[in-house]
């Protein structure tokens, strides 16, 4: 009885000891934003185009509920029930909030995990990495560099060439097709897609 009584109390300190970490950090990531105002608006995307990112109040109107959780709040969405883990068409896919190009469909794999994963980004210039520390784990949380917004995460667990797997969220991208990159202003990419 002592044994077991034991046990439930180092798994509550253990559960407490993560709920404050968490709360610790996303306080601290809502002190970034806070403190640094005009980080994402002076920025520009690949393709030359300002870069900045919407208001909170502009983004709940721009993005679905799905988009806005997983982007500003950090969370998952269902594997195998996103728009784009099953997406073969060629094209980039582009941060939802501030239409930086993140990935090409020339780097997209077939990971088994239900979300769109690439070996690398179209460039990096765009995404930002970030260690997560919790408990028992530590993971590496992927996210646009001038939105501030939550893609996914990376793993050393992808094929070659880069060994790499970016497990991103569906709700955080937008595909642009290889047919409507120009109209779009993404030519610079179009090379990118030529046969050779």
Not at 81 to 90: A, S
Not at 140 to 163: N, W
Request: with cysteine.
């Amino acid at each position: 009885m002592l044994v077991l009584g034991v046990m439930v109390l180092m798994a509550l300190l253990g559960t407490q000891m993560f709920l404050s970490r968490a709360r610790a950090q996303k306080e601290e990531n809502k002190q970034v934003q806070t403190n640094n105002p005009t980080a994402v608006a002076n920025t520009t995307t690949s393709n030359g185009q300002p870069s900045a990112k919407p208001s909170d109040t502009e983004l709940k109107q721009k993005l679905t509920p799905m988009q806005y959780r997983v982007t500003q709040k950090g969370g998952t969405e269902p594997p195998f029930q996103n728009e784009y883990w099953n997406n073969h068409q060629q094209g980039i896919y582009v941060d939802v909030v501030t239409g930086d190009a993140l990935f090409a469909s020339m780097d997209k794999f077939e990971s088994g995990t239900g979300w769109p994963s690439f070996t690398k980004p179209i460039t990096t210039d765009n995404v930002q990495e970030k260690t997560e520390r919790t408990l028992w784990m530590e993971r590496t949380e992927v996210l646009g560099a001038h939105s501030g917004s939550h893609l996914g995460h990376v793993f050393e667990d992808g094929p070659a060439p880069t060994g790499k797997r970016y497990c991103m969220n569906s709700a955080a991208l937008r595909f642009v097709a290889v047919d409507k990159l120009q109209a779009e202003g993404y030519g610079q990419f179009l090379p990118l897609f030529e046969k050779k």
